[in-house]
């Protein structure tokens, strides 16, 4: 495959580029920087200007006043392959001296998968062009040969006399612009994931015991203990030449996840401290030196390097140089006078049909050994050409009869070793460009392909390509075929007699590298071009929100996710959890079937009260889950009033209430302390027993003339507690 970022000059051919192949160092795919005039077998440009002595008068009530009609081709001449053949050779042999016998160099054809082309002359061919009436050209030029365009402009008076002039001399005045898509790879990306753990104890102890026989006896032991702990990790991403910055942010996404997957794995436990009874002095022993160490580490590291398959436009865009300015075979300067005519369109015999056609078919590589075409125009002798290679080119004319421009064409396709042949019925229009594409030779034809595939995890692709068109008498068609690591591309050829109306439908089967299969759903395509990417195409992605009130009522929420496709034996699980500082989650996962697989989840609510409550597992109908409400929750709310007190007796009040439910373990109490001008206050209590509403409270006096005074407790179960000043 073209390796989109090994671009290299070519010494001495400086009109071409070259691009290394991946990932065979001997091939080489050859273009030219630029479109050119198609060339005749006599090595002439097919190119022609006519001008009309006098304007003619057109159906749309515009004036014509000419036509330019040429051919663009995107080849490279046989001399100038010659050339790079040498030249790269050249520099192969310079980059590998040590190989005897020295390779040779293959130079290829780039596999392109669709084109276009669009043409740009003067004011172009929109509504309000004054100069330039008409521009046809085929949307896309042929896949194969020299990749020809065949160009017709028409002229309006003004801009036959303006192109004339601008077409001779230097310089160039038509402008093409080839759009030609070629699946190309791109430079290997490395990411290297990285995580190093390490938990250390160090232990010390030094005992001096001094017997004295008379005097005082002494004892000193000096004890010396430290635990360190730290971790570190991280994803480093080496793009290579990748800049695409939604595939690099993707690499560094997967990366983090593989780290915190290994975090999860390589949990270092904890050192225990020395114990009591090793930490004991021994008997009969008077100095005692004890040095410990434990050191626990875990070191994770891996680098991954994966390749990208991405498609490209490798066409060029370029002005054509004027026929006066190249020079013909001979080696002398074109004349203008050889391409140009100046028609008087008053004589009869200059009104002409005029049809430029071929046929974009592979006849190398296909099984089509000619097609030919028959047209034919009114009563006059009907004309043809057969044709067997991409670049032939037929060219019809007929004197005009009665200002009638359409003509009727059919043509019949020709299959190698094959005694059946395929022939459509006339068909009628007036283009003056009539091109016989492949699907309508009556070719089934698909090139499959390995797209960005990661063999790593995957060991092969059971391919299954099927074709069927009832209507047309092609009857249901099936291959089967492996591709891996070693094998990344497949053909399919198989004349059908008929023309192609119907997509081809493809699925694959893959089977991993730990011996699971995946199979992904049926898909269809009308091109001849199938990618088989890899296995997981998607990533979906569940946010988990919380409904709670994380600030005050709800310390955390535990929630344990699960993905399950049971159909392709795919699974993922997470944990997370939401608390005051992040209140919601996003898992992102990879996928098989983005509209597969369902996702289940458990939450467990720890309240800030002390309380807890685990839900029962659910499955999530929509990708956002909402956790931590508590519809059904009950409170014990009291408000305790101050209202009643007389301050200026009192100093302060405090009021103690006190909840207790032995059977679910809750036994909790708040004081709430009254100062001149305070407010009322709630005491509040989350219930797991809803009948369970008493309480206790006491109340504490404290008088201005420093004495106290005691009230309760006393067992209520009011919600409103009012609090009345002391008996005297």
């Not at 685990?614 to 929750?633: C, F, H, R, W, Y």
Request: proline fraction near 6%.
């Amino acid at each position: 495959m073209l390796n989109w970022m090994k671009q290299i000059p070519v010494p001495g051919v400086p009109e071409v580029v070259a691009f290394a192949d991946d990932p065979n160092a001997f091939v080489y795919y050859v273009l030219p920087k630029a479109p050119t005039y198609r060339l005749d077998a006599s090595g002439l440009p097919v190119f022609k200007f006519l001008k009309y002595r006098n304007p003619i008068d057109r159906a749309d009530g515009k004036k014509g006043g000419g036509f330019l009609i040429c051919d663009v081709a995107f080849a490279l001449t046989s001399q100038q392959l010659d050339k790079c053949r040498a030249a790269l050779q050249t520099l192969s042999d310079q980059a590998f001296p040590r190989l005897n016998p020295k390779p040779r160099v293959d130079i290829r054809n780039v596999g392109f998968t669709r084109s276009a082309c669009t043409v740009q002359l003067l004011d172009g061919n929109g509504p309000n062009a004054v100069l330039v009436e008409r521009i046809q050209n085929p949307a896309a030029p042929a896949l194969y040969g020299d990749m020809v365009t065949p160009i017709t402009v028409e002229l309006s008076p003004e801009g036959a006399t303006l192109l004339e002039q601008a077409l001779q001399d230097k310089g160039g005045v038509v402008q093409i612009a080839y759009d030609l898509f070629a699946p190309v790879k791109l430079p290997p990306m490395k990411v290297t994931v990285w995580f190093h753990a390490s938990k250390f104890m160090e232990f010390q102890q030094q005992v001096d015991i001094d017997w004295q026989m008379y005097g005082d006896d002494s004892y000193r032991e000096t004890i010396h203990e430290r635990f360190v702990q730290s971790d570190a990790g991280g994803v480093d991403v080496d793009p290579g030449g990748v800049t695409d910055s939604k595939i690099v942010d993707s690499v560094r996404d997967w990366g983090f996840q593989q780290l915190d997957d290994a975090v999860k794995r390589m949990i270092l436990g904890d050192i225990a401290p020395v114990s009591e009874d090793a930490r004991k002095v021994p008997d009969g022993i008077e100095h005692v030196w004890r040095d410990m160490s434990v050191q626990k580490v875990a070191d994770f590291s891996r680098t991954y390097t994966q390749g990208t398959v991405i498609e490209v436009n490798l066409g060029p865009r370029g002005t054509l140089p004027n026929i006066t300015s190249t020079n013909g075979p001979d080696g002398k300067p074109l004349k203008w006078a050889d391409f140009a005519r100046v028609v008087d369109l008053d004589d009869p015999f200059f009104k002409r049909v005029s049809v430029n056609y071929r046929a974009n078919v592979d006849f190398a590589t296909m099984p089509v050994k000619s097609v030919d075409v028959t047209l034919r125009y009114g009563s006059a002798q009907p004309k043809g050409t057969s044709f067997v290679t991409p670049d032939d080119v037929g060219k019809q004319e007929w004197a005009l009869d009665g200002n009638n421009w359409k003509y009727k064409y059919q043509y019949v396709v020709n299959y190698k070793n094959e005694t059946r042949r395929f022939e459509t019925p006339e068909v009628e229009t007036d283009s003056p460009v009539l091109t016989i594409n492949v699907g309508d030779a009556g070719i089934l034809h698909a090139d499959v392909e390995v797209g960005d595939m990661n063999f790593d995890q995957v060991a092969q692709a059971l391919v299954t390509v099927s074709y069927e068109d009832t209507a047309n008498s092609v009857q249901h068609e099936e291959w089967s075929f492996t591709l891996d690591a070693d094998n990344r591309t497949h053909t399919i050829t198989k004349p059908i007699f008929t023309a192609r109306t119907q997509p081809f439908v493809y699925r694959v089967k893959y089977t991993l590298k730990d011996g699971r299969e995946v199979s992904g759903a049926e898909m269809t395509t009308m091109a001849s071009q199938i990618f088989v990417g890899d296995p997981f195409q998607a990533n979906r992605t569940i946010s988990i929100r919380s409904t709670g009130n994380l600030d005050t009522d709800i310390a955390t929420i535990f929630v344990d996710l699960t993905y399950r496709d049971d159909a392709n034996k795919y699974s993922q699980t997470t944990s997370v959890a939401l608390s005051k500082s992040q209140k919601f989650v996003d898992w992102t996962f990879p996928v098989v079937d983005e509209l597969g697989g369902k996702v289940t989840y458990t939450e467990t609510i720890q309240f800030a009260d002390g309380t807890q409550r685990k839900n029962p597992e659910q499955e999530a109908t929509k990708n956002t889950i909402l956790v931590g409400s508590a519809p059904d929750d009950e409170f014990l709310t009291v408000d305790v009033l101050p209202d009643l007190l007389d301050f200026t007796a009192l100093k302060l009040v405090k009021v103690t209430l006190h909840y207790a439910d032995a059977a679910n373990h809750i036994d909790t109490s708040k004081d709430f302390v009254f100062k001149e001008g305070a407010q009322a206050q709630q005491f509040k209590i989350r219930l797991v027993d809803k009948t369970k509403r008493g309480y206790e409270y006491a109340v504490d006096y404290f008088r201005t003339d420093g004495t106290k005074k005691s009230v309760g407790p006393t067992a209520t179960s009011e919600t409103t507690l009012i609090v009345e000043a002391p008996a005297a």
